[in-house]
């Protein structure tokens, strides 16, 4: 798979341009180009791809872009990492996203996903931006990434700079945004992820306010293109904040930042939305026999509730630990299955045969993050290999619900 990174910020139809970088195999930027729109875009993607699947990492919101308005996982960012991502230049209708860049490739002959495919086995994008690869590569370098007993590590993870390279402050005067581009890329050079020579040298031969435009674009596709190839090569070491559909960005993240940026949202709400048993049918009746599991109903005890897919849904987890967390599942196709309440699924793993399976059982552990334990372990080792670190998608046969018993 080709890995790409374009920077998309100042294209806006007003003359502000782009660039696109392409990495080889060992991650070192091979060729890099100036794009003007997104018809340019899809065409050096297609000669830069030669015919391979690619990814494409781009800085602009590829999935619930409100017409400019703050996304869920914008606000995510702000309050748990303290960044900002910087706003793109031009009004609303001038702002490039997910759905046109989607149809100038598919127009051009590269249809792709809105998000990366772990298997490299389809064309995908990936939204990243440069503000939280900064900060998650000062984090790194920072003497409390490796200070575990000091207090407070999320206030310091949020209050740590990061340099303001692309102007958005008026009055930064040609100098002062030379100089915070050099401080990020010295920045930036504390991580072997990225290969920064051909963005030093651009700013080496900077003479201009557009040519410094021109070297803070290529640093910024470089940061993308990076971090995507470390989202396919190492997917433990970063995070997928946020929903495909509703807006996600994928950013690196050392243990700590994973925890800081996938802790789970408060969940106030979603029960009275789910429960009880009627609510849950009009979920999934479409999709599935919805039955209770009791044969008496026990005081105190919370009715169970199975639910059996006549056309199971199709999820894909990592596999880094040994729990499947459900932050690292993803839905691909069919009904997605409520999170409140579930408690257990009997899956399918991909590729089994589905006559000659009874399906593999997940049962929900006790931590406060929805994770499920592998149950029993020696049924899924024939088929997984603990913490490989590989994607494995399967088909959900049944899932079991607490109910929330009806209001008397």
Not at 112 to 127: H, I, K, N, T
Not at 238 to 250: L, N, T, W
Not at 281 to 307: F, K, V
């Amino acid at each position: 798979m080709r890995i790409l990174g374009a920077d998309l910020r100042e294209i806006d139809g007003s003359g502000g341009g782009g660039t696109v970088v392409a990495l080889d195999a060992a991650g070192s930027v091979a060729v890099f180009a100036r794009i003007e729109d997104p018809a340019a875009l899809a065409r050096e993607t297609g000669r830069l791809a030669s015919g391979e699947p690619f990814l494409l990492a781009v800085d602009v919101p590829v999935a619930g872009d409100g017409g400019g308005k703050p996304r869920r996982v914008d606000g995510w960012l702000h309050r748990r990492l303290g960044v900002r991502i910087a706003p793109r230049k031009g009004g609303a209708a001038a702002r490039i996203a997910g759905p046109e860049l989607l149809a100038a490739l598919a127009t051009s002959g590269h249809p792709c996903l809105p998000f990366p495919d772990r298997d490299r086995r389809r064309s995908g994008l990936a939204e990243v931006h440069p503000e939280p690869v900064l900060k998650a590569i000062v984090w790194e370098a920072s003497a409390a990434a490796q200070a575990r007993e000091i207090p407070d590590r999320e206030a310091i993870l949020r209050a740590l700079p990061i340099p303001d390279y692309r102007g958005s402050k008026p009055r930064a005067s040609w100098a002062d945004r030379f100089g915070a581009l050099d401080a990020a890329l010295r920045i930036a050079g504390a991580s072997e992820a990225f290969d920064l020579r051909p963005a030093r040298e651009e700013l080496q031969r900077a003479s201009s306010g557009p040519t410094l435009a021109a070297a803070a674009s290529l640093f910024d596709a470089t940061l993308l293109a990076g971090t995507a190839r470390r989202y396919l090569e190492e997917p433990e070491r970063c995070a997928f904040a946020g929903e495909r559909d509703s807006g996600y960005v994928i950013l690196p993240a050392d243990a700590f930042v994973r925890r800081v940026v996938l802790r789970e949202p408060s969940p106030a709400g979603e029960r009275a939305a789910l429960f009880p048993r009627a609510t849950l049918e009009q979920r999934l009746g479409p999709h599935a026999a919805i039955r209770p599991l009791d044969l008496i109903d026990m005081p105190g005890r919370s009715p169970r509730l199975e639910a059996v897919f006549a056309s199971p849904p199709l999820y894909e987890f990592d596999n880094l630990d040994e729990m499947m967390w459900w932050k690292h599942c993803r839905h691909l196709a069919g009904p997605e299955v409520p999170a409140d309440g579930l408690q257990e699924i009997v899956v399918r793993l991909d590729g089994d045969d589905a006559r000659g399976t009874s399906g593999l059982r997940l049962v929900r552990s006790r931590h406060r993050t929805l994770s499920f334990r592998f149950e029993p372990p020696s049924a899924w080792r024939l088929r997984v290999a603990p913490r490989d670190g590989k994607t494995y998608p399967f088909r959900v046969l049944r899932a079991v619900f607490d109910a929330a018993r009806p209001h008397s």
